[in-house]
């Protein structure tokens, strides 16, 4: 399907996301710069990996956002014994009532859809979180020789709990590098606790409108593509990047101290990828480094390993990327 854009597509893209923030905050308090840089990822075509305690709404703030946008949802519950074919799909025989014959058929598994919510991806093997990042990185499966392209838009939330440890599977560094975005998100404000409280307590429920199609999602994906960036900001992004390769010739001396290695030519990619998108979310025609350092962390923190010397220290990946921000210039 070909995907036109006009010049009004910018101004319909920031009325929509307007619009879309009105929806979720119907449902949804607070949690304002991950909701933010959800939209980001999915105008990106891009993938998100949700990281924080059981209790913060994860769940239901990727079900608002897929009522909102009127997209197709499903929910995968990552366990131990999820096997690959339940994410995928699987082939079964059919008898054929007519004609008494036998024949395989596909039957399409949860990742057909175009928002896939990939509850707790580390409490599942190697093996079968494989078979989603492949979905996720070829918008395809393929099963018993045959090949089924996935519906779009699609894009892939995922989540991880921080603090259980026991019987999980780390995503390996390769397999995160194929997320976006890494987004944690903080406990709320003693007062959007109590708008939290209020709201789940009551008998009343709120209804989200949808204020945006499927269509319009792919237009606007189109949209960000064709955003010109100026060259200055591509080399900001690219030294910046440079920079968390510890023996590199631009990394600086505490990258070499802190850091094992650093962060891949992908992640100068979605810098660029995501300061075009908040820059056409906020309405302007042209990102600027302000808006790759806005995306910087959340594109870099799952990117970059820190050493022994970082951990005896306590000093965190996002501290490293911070003093990173302070001295790329």
Same mark, same amino acid.
């Given at each position: 399907?070909?995907?036109?854009t006009s010049p009004d597509?910018?101004d319909?893209? /920031?009325e929509?996301?307007r619009?879309l923030r009105?929806?979720?905050?119907?449902?949804?308090?607070?949690q304002?710069d991950?909701i933010h840089?959800?939209i980001?990822?999915?105008?990106?075509?891009g993938h998100v990996?949700?990281?924080?305690v059981?209790?913060l709404a994860?769940?239901?703030?990727? /079900?608002t956002?897929s009522?909102?946008?009127?997209l197709?949802?499903n929910r995968?519950q $990552?366990t131990p014994d999820?096997m690959?074919?339940?994410?995928?799909?699987?082939?079964i025989?059919?008898?054929?009532?007519t004609?008494?014959?036998r024949?395989?058929? $596909?039957?399409?598994g949860?990742?057909?859809a175009n928002?896939v919510l990939?509850?707790?991806?580390?409490?599942?093997?190697?093996?079968?979180?494989a078979?989603?990042?492949? @979905?996720?990185q070829?918008h395809?499966?393929?099963a018993?020789?045959?090949t089924y392209s996935?519906p779009e838009?699609?894009?892939?939330?995922a989540?991880?709990?921080?603090?259980?440890q026991?019987?999980?599977?780390?995503?390996?560094e @390769?397999?995160?590098?194929?997320f976006?975005?890494?987004?944690?998100?903080?406990?709320?404000t003693?007062?959007?606790?109590?708008?939290?409280?209020r709201?789940?307590t009551?008998a009343?429920k709120?209804k989200?409108?949808?204020?945006?199609?499927a269509?319009?999602i792919l237009?606007?994906q189109?949209?960000v593509?064709?955003?010109?960036v100026?060259?200055?900001?591509?080399?900001y992004?690219?030294?910046?990047?440079?920079?968390t390769?510890?023996?590199?010739p631009l990394?600086?001396?505490f990258?070499?101290e802190?850091?094992?290695?650093?962060?891949?030519?992908?992640?100068s990619?979605y810098l660029?990828l995501?300061a075009k998108a908040?820059? @056409?979310?906020?309405?302007?025609?042209?990102?600027s480094?302000a808006d790759?350092?806005?995306i @910087?962390?959340s594109?870099l923190r /799952?990117?970059?390993?820190?050493? $022994?010397s970082?951990?005896?220290?306590?000093?965190?990946?996002?501290?490293v990327i911070?003093r990173?921000?302070?001295t790329n210039?």
């Open positions: 399907m070909e995907i036109k597509t910018l319909q893209l /920031h929509g996301y619009r009105a929806e979720i905050a119907k449902v949804i308090v607070g304002d991950a840089r959800i980001v990822s999915i105008i990106c075509r990996l949700l990281v924080g059981p209790g994860k769940t239901l703030l990727i /079900h956002i009522d909102a946008v009127e197709k949802f995968i $990552f999820l690959p074919s339940d994410i995928t799909g699987t082939e025989i059919e008898q054929d009532q004609t008494g014959g024949q395989f058929k $596909f039957v399409k949860p990742v057909f928002v990939a509850d707790e991806i580390n409490r599942t093997p190697p093996k079968t979180q078979a989603l990042l492949e @979905a996720m070829e395809r499966v393929t018993a020789g045959h996935l838009p699609f894009f892939v939330l989540t991880q709990n921080p603090i259980e026991e019987g999980t599977y780390p995503l390996p @390769a397999q995160l590098d194929r976006m975005l890494n987004l944690w998100l903080d406990y709320p003693f007062d959007q606790e109590v708008d939290v409280v709201q789940t009551s009343r709120a989200v409108e949808c204020v945006m199609s269509e319009d237009q606007y189109q949209l593509r064709e955003i010109p100026a060259d200055n900001v591509i080399e992004a690219v030294r910046l990047v440079g920079k390769r510890p023996g590199g990394a600086p001396d990258v070499n802190y850091l094992s290695y650093g962060a891949g030519p992908r992640a990619q660029i995501g908040m820059a @056409a979310l906020d309405g302007r025609l042209t990102p480094i790759v350092n806005g @910087a962390s594109v /799952h990117r970059i390993v820190t050493n $022994f970082a951990e005896a220290e306590g000093v965190s990946s996002v501290q911070e990173l921000l302070e210039v």
